[in-house]
T-cell receptor, first 113, second 118 residues
Framework: DQQVKQNSPSLSVQEGRISILNCDYT??????FLWYKKYPAEGPTFLIS?????DKNEDGRFTVFLNKSAKHLSLHIVPSQPGDSAVYFC????????????FGAGTILRVKS | DAGVIQSPRHEVTEMGQEVTLRCKPI?????LFWYRQTMMRGLELLIY????????DSGMPEDRFSAKMPNASFSTLKIQPSEPRDSAVYFC????????????????FGEGSWLTVV
């Protein structure tokens, strides 16, 4: 029973264009959402997060949008750069879980130069 | 600052052998997590410790898996006996829950232990 789903296993984007990575969740009790980025042979690293009381959070080239009614969030990267090529994991958390994060399966992003 | 330290980085073992993965969390962190990454399921939480106590082990696949955290600076994940389907990357992660930041509950991952069971 996957509570966090990333339905696109991979995405290919041209350098300079926008990358949009999508994530859906089933548990309406989640109150924090995070994106992690993972390069090969390294551990995932935190990228950006959003509280359920917000619908948008921006950090430089990265913006996360949250649509609670649709139980959907997305990560926008503008402009995309070759160094953004990595696996992106969506994760969700409930305060009652402590710091336990539930992750999606990941989306491989490839930015072509 | 030292991050989460895992050992070994790579392990190749024969089916039936015991495997022990080790983790040193970030100093001062009081939550520790063991995750497993596979192609099909992404990052699965195996077990979660808080203040050295196992809080949620519902993700541990079966009795062949066990985890311990004898003190705040060390944890082990043991597989006995190992099977080929256990081949995966095992990540340890840690965090602090002393005060929830507005940016969310960030957990910090080690570089992973790549396990191959043949």
């Amino acid at each position: 029973d996957q509570q966090v789903k990333q339905n696109s296993p991979s995405l290919s984007v041209q350098e300079g264009r926008i990358s949009i990575l999508n994530c859906d969740y089933t548990n309406s009790m989640f109150d924090y959402f995070l994106w992690y980025k993972k390069y090969p042979a390294e551990g995932p690293t935190f990228l950006i997060s959003i509280s359920s009381i917000k619908d948008k959070n921006e950090d430089g080239r990265f913006t996360v949008f949250l649509n609670k009614s649709a139980k959907h969030l997305s990560l926008h990267i503008v402009p995309s750069q070759p160094g953004d090529s990595a696996v992106y994991f969506c994760a969700a958390n409930r305060m009652e879980y402590g710091n336990k994060l539930v992750f999606g399966a990941g989306t491989i992003l490839r930015v072509k130069s | 600052d030292a991050g989460v330290i895992q050992s070994p980085r790579h392990e190749v073992t024969e089916m039936g052998q015991e495997v022990t993965l080790r983790c040193k969390p970030i100093s001062g962190h009081n939550s520790l997590f063991w995750y497993r990454q596979t192609m099909m399921r992404g990052l699965e939480l195996l077990i979660y410790f808080n203040n050295n106590v196992p809080i949620d082990d519902s993700g541990m696949p079966e009795d062949r898996f066990s985890a311990k955290m004898p003190n705040a600076s060390f944890s082990t994940l043991k597989i006995q006996p190992s099977e080929p389907r256990d081949s995966a990357v095992y990540f340890c992660a840690s965090s602090t829950d002393r005060g929830r930041k507005s940016s969310g509950n960030t957990i910090y991952f080690g570089e992973g232990s790549w396990l191959t069971v043949v």
